[in-house]
């Protein structure tokens, strides 16, 4: 007997939609089939406007892309059950993750927002749905984020080897997974993963991403630029924290001083070295008896990063593949495992990981 469920992840790369089906039967955890629809450039727009600390955009702009993306959603999912032929009784439920359009964890009221209308994604596949996944362990005094460590430790903890995984979207996070039977886990945001790379690359250059980090490559890694980055108070915050593009953004890195005395290539490799400094540090903190860096995320197919990244540890870098999870899917298949937490009343987030008072149960669910 199949166990099937589907997550669906839209991360702030803003890149598009991944959706995964996967069979949790007989103890397992196995990706039965994958899809991937990308955003149009408007739609990417809009979205980017709406995320705007002060923008324009009204409500009833808000609620329009709410539903939009519950329709896109939706979509994704029965071109998934289409590719695999499945019908939707064959799924126990969906887990949305939503497209974040603010994050702020840290606020005087916190206040975290993932839009997706999950009543429209219900209706419109006829599968229970699941989501706003972060705002219970934020109401629980959690950050909210990250919620894919339960899943990596779930797939990827070894009780020989001591691993980190980092997934490497817009920001990057890192789970640490010690052989320590009695160590908590330890998951935080490390900072920007691709979405500094991504905005400056978009502003310089007509593409939305430095495809295998060419870019970055050709360019010069700028000590005292990069220098001035890292000194950025999130670096040296102790865990647990989460952090988004609210903050990491293009207006700041223009606070941090003027880049008018480099090439924009040279920036760019800063940039990229910026993201593996920050993970390698990370590992140093937490991790130092770390034995394997497993990397997933979109990051993952960014040769320069990857070589910066290995250039800094003294343990072998891999992508998850090498341990039979392609790299784009972690998370998607993180919000499937997320979503059968949740329909079998199971808690989803680590409270050492957020910070939260208690593990709980995540999530609205939309029958
Ligand atoms: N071939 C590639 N070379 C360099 N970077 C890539 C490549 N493929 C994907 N990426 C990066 O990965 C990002 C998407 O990663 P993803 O894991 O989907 O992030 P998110 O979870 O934020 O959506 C892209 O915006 C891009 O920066
Ligand atoms: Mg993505």
Redesign the pocket.
């Known amino acids: 007997m199949s166990e099937y469920y589907i997550g669906l992840?839209?991360?702030t790369?803003l890149?598009?939609i991944?959706a995964a089906l996967v069979d949790f039967s007989h103890g397992h955890i196995r990706l039965i089939d994958f899809i991937y629809q990308p955003f149009s450039a408007e739609l990417k727009a809009v979205i980017q406007q709406l995320s705007k600390p002060k923008t324009t955009l009204t409500l009833l702009d808000y609620g329009a892309l709410d539903s939009r993306l519950g329709h896109l959603f939706a979509a994704a999912v029965l071109a998934l059950l289409a590719k695999t032929e499945l019908p939707s009784s064959a799924i126990c439920a969906i887990g949305s993750h939503g497209q974040t359009v603010c994050h702020a964890p840290d606020n005087p009221w916190p206040f975290t927002l993932q839009i997706g209308d999950p009543n429209i994604i219900a209706e419109v596949t006829g599968i229970t749905t699941i989501a706003d996944f972060r705002r219970r362990d934020m109401a629980a005094n959690g950050q909210g984020a990250p919620l894919v460590p339960a899943f990596h430790r779930a797939v990827f903890s070894h009780p020989q080897i001591s691993r980190c995984i980092v997934n490497i979207?817009g920001i990057a996070n890192i789970t640490v997974l010690s052989t320590e039977p009695k160590a908590s886990i330890i998951g935080f945001d490390t900072g920007p993963g691709n979405t500094l790379m991504d905005q400056w690359i978009q502003r310089h250059q007509p593409c939305d991403y430095d495809v295998n980090g060419r870019w970055a490559s050709g360019g010069t890694i700028k000590p005292e630029l990069l220098q001035r980055l890292i000194q950025d108070d999130y670096f040296k915050l102790a865990a647990p924290k989460s952090t988004g593009k609210e903050y990491f953004s293009l207006a700041w890195l223009e606070q941090q001083g003027s880049l008018v005395d480099w090439r924009p290539k040279d920036v760019q490799a800063s940039l990229c070295e910026l993201t593996a400094l920050s993970i390698s540090q990370a590992v140093q903190v937490y991790a130092p008896a770390c034995k394997e860096l497993l990397i997933c995320g979109?990051g993952a197919h960014n040769d320069f990063l990857m070589t910066l990244i290995r250039q800094k540890m003294h343990c072998p870098v891999l992508s998850t593949h090498a341990y039979g999870i392609h790299p784009d899917h972690v998370e998607a298949m993180a919000f499937a495992w997320l979503a059968r937490q949740t329909h079998n009343k199971l808690t989803g987030n680590l409270k050492e990981v957020t910070g939260a008072n208690q593990d709980v149960i995540l999530g609205g669910v939309y029958v």
């Open positions: 992840m839209s991360g790369s890149d598009g991944d979207g979109g």
